[in-house]
């Protein structure tokens, strides 16, 4: 739903141009397992990663959105991995 929100006339052609929004669910929920899991191992929540080169998946990352020429991009939006901080 961020998605479709954000992206510009997302089924303007067809609705088969959901190849954006369906990265961005995805990597979206690769982090969400990923912080749930942490939790499971006794991580708590880090509340400066995001803000810290995305630091960690135990914050509550929000998406990294570029606009490029009056369009938004989401390429970069979730990071991929753990990230450093682990205490
Ligand atoms: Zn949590």
Redesign the pocket.
Known sequence: MIAQGLLKEPFKDSDENHNEMMELALARIRQLGA??V??TLGFA?NFAASTNDRASV?D?PHPRLELVEGEIRFEDAYDAGMGAWMI
Do not use: D
């Open positions: 912080h749930e942490g939790h929540h135990m509550y």
